[in-house]
């Protein structure tokens, strides 16, 4: 019987932090996917990465796992480690699911992964990347909007992030450069309808339906901060409401589909993954790529999987496909 591994970081802020939530939203995917390989008939083992990459290590090689299904966004409280265990994965020939240690590196970082769209001709928001305010060069227009370089699942952001002016701007950069310890990464604020493209495969991947989230706020900034996203019954999260499939005329749908493959495309993504647009005037702008995106049952991933008709359990077993395939073990073990 196939062997699967699930691998996840363990939540490491204090459980009274407001960013404990989105850490431990991971519990919820370790249990959609558990359920799922229960489903299918699998031999699983849960296997979490504490503070010990070492015990880690060597709980992955005593299981012996024919593939791992890989949930881990960072390491130790840190986004930036995701790529490394996805790297140790490779250095342990052990199949994986998701994208390799390059892209999501390269997505992670917001102020890279922009540059390679901008060098693909890929529209996305105008932008600086900030150490301190004496960097800013007085070029964007306000407003703009400021975030953490590169932090994941809205970590840093809030309706406080969108600035209209100096003072404001210099205010957000030195508390986002001093709590998280990285540079600022400032973008044109792009006002329009917020949809998220969703991917099953590689090199020529399936597109799901698209997924909008309509904003019920009276005023700018219609944003999915870190409230919308995460903190149930707050004023945000009651204000942002998901609309799948989005709707779209078929010219507006094409556009967005194209530019959104084109972007999922130049970082390389593989597996499964989501790109975050905003659609303005006709154009859509790629905000992000996110090459390992929430697959909790609540998730926006999810909500477009369920509007394709794609069932849970057969997602997760053609991830499992995909990766044991890459390892040319698929006839060992196919699932499907």
Not at 287 to 313: C, H, K, Q, T, W
Request: hydrophobic residues 40%; contains cysteine.
């Amino acid at each position: 019987m196939l062997r699967v591994a699930i691998l996840y970081n363990t939540p490491v802020g204090k459980t009274d932090s407001i960013e404990y939530i989105s850490e431990a939203g991971v519990l919820e995917e370790v249990e959609a996917v558990r359920s799922a390989l229960e489903s299918l008939g699998l031999e699983y083992s849960v296997i979490p990465l504490n503070g010990d990459i070492i015990e880690f290590a060597k709980a992955i090689k005593d299981y012996d796992p024919d593939v791992a299904v890989n949930l881990c966004e960072g390491a130790f409280g840190h986004s930036m480690y995701e790529m490394n265990v996805a790297a140790l994965l490779e250095l342990l020939r052990v199949p994986y699911t998701g994208s390799d240690p390059l892209t999501l590196a390269l997505a992670r970082d917001k102020g890279m992964s922009k540059d390679i769209f901008r060098a693909r001709g890929i529209p996305t928001p105008e932008y600086r990347l900030l150490k301190g305010i004496s960097d800013w060069d007085f070029k964007l227009g306000f407003p703009l909007i400021v975030k953490p370089a590169a932090e994941d699942a809205s970590i840093g952001l809030t309706r406080r992030n969108f600035v209209r002016c100096l003072d404001e701007l210099k205010d957000v950069v030195e508390r986002i450069v001093e709590r998280y310890d990285q540079p600022a990464l400032v973008e044109e604020y792009i006002a329009g309808r917020e949809l998220n493209v969703a991917f099953i495969g590689g090199d020529d991947p399936m597109i799901l339906p698209i997924s909008e989230i309509v904003f019920e706020f009276e005023d700018e900034p219609r944003i999915v901060d870190y409230y919308a996203k995460w903190v149930k019954g707050s004023y945000e999260y009651e204000r942002t409401k998901p609309v799948c499939p989005a709707p779209l005329d078929e010219e507006e749908k094409a556009r967005v589909e194209d530019t959104a493959s084109k972007a999922y495309k130049a970082l390389r993504c593989r597996d499964y993954g989501r790109v975050d647009i905003r659609l303005r005037s006709g154009v859509p702008y790629v905000l992000e790529v996110n090459p390992n995106p929430d697959i909790s049952p609540d998730s926006g991933f999810v909500r477009s999987l369920n509007a394709s008709g794609i069932r849970y359990e057969e997602f997760i077993a053609m991830i499992i496909s995909y990766a044991l395939e890459r390892f040319g073990k698929l006839n060992e073990g196919s699932i499907l």
